[in-house]
């Protein structure tokens, strides 16, 4: 169900770029972001009642992400956008039952829907942008890290997370039709992340990345002098 879900998001972004040079308001290309996470917990009172030795604090873990993006302007600076693709997530873990500090590695396909907002810049031909959407992460993989190997630790992770995105920053245009997107973002899960026997041992959080994402987009800018 899972493949069919990609093919079907790869297929509409497909014909996305097709109708680009017909559609002037209409973007399309690769996004990249690079950023930290963590696991921010939601639970600390009953962890601590507990007395739970699985669970300890937990610190920003360094992620990267790469994907798909495509924006449809409606007017000269509303609009709306969509994009998929790979994203890390994780924590590390600063206090542990031992002297080592593994990480939770956590691997998400994500898909992201919301609106655009754009308006000119402090500099020439620059934009102010502004994203706020929705978003939904698949887990595809999970494992405990050490400095030595690594554990599959997939059933202690809910599979499905949702949660808020906001972007800040502007568009730069290149050559042609193109521009350079690059943003400022945060993304806050809202579903409980730990499952199975972590969270039976009182561990509760949820989902938080921020960092900084970069896209280069073929269309054409509306900018107006």
């Not at 770029?17 to 009953?46: C, D, H, R, W």
């Not at 956590?106 to 810049?121: E, I, P, Q, V």
């Not at 994203?131 to 554990?151: I, K």
Request: hydrophobic share 40%; glycine share 12%.
């Amino acid at each position: 169900m899972m493949i069919k879900k990609i093919v079907f998001i790869v297929f509409i972004f497909c014909i996305s770029q097709i109708q680009v040079l017909a559609q002037p308001k209409l973007y399309f290309g690769p996004v990249y972001s690079m950023g930290a996470s963590k696991i921010f917990n939601t639970n600390a009172l009953n962890r601590m009642n507990m007395g739970s030795e699985i669970d300890g604090k937990m610190g920003a873990k360094l992620n990267v992400g790469a994907g798909l993006k495509a924006e449809y302007f409606f007017s000269e600076k509303w609009g709306m956008f969509l994009q998929t693709g790979f994203q890390q997530r994780g924590t590390l873990l600063n206090e542990y039952m031992d002297d080592y500090k593994p990480r939770y590695r956590l691997n998400y396909w994500d898909a992201m829907l919301g609106g655009a907002f754009r308006t000119k810049g402090l500099m020439k031909k620059h934009q102010f942008i502004i994203n706020v959407g929705v978003t939904q992460h698949t887990l595809l993989e999970a494992n405990r890290a050490y400095d030595f190997g690594s554990d599959n630790i997939m059933n202690e992770f809910n599979n499905v997370d949702v949660g808020l995105f906001l972007g800040i920053g502007g568009n730069i245009p290149l050559s042609g039709k193109d521009i350079f997107q690059i943003q400022l973002f945060a993304n806050a899960g809202m579903l409980q992340t730990f499952s199975g026997n972590f969270s039976m041992n009182g561990m509760s959080g949820t989902n938080f990345l921020t960092g900084i994402q970069m896209a280069y987009l073929i269309g054409r800018s509306e900018n107006k002098e």
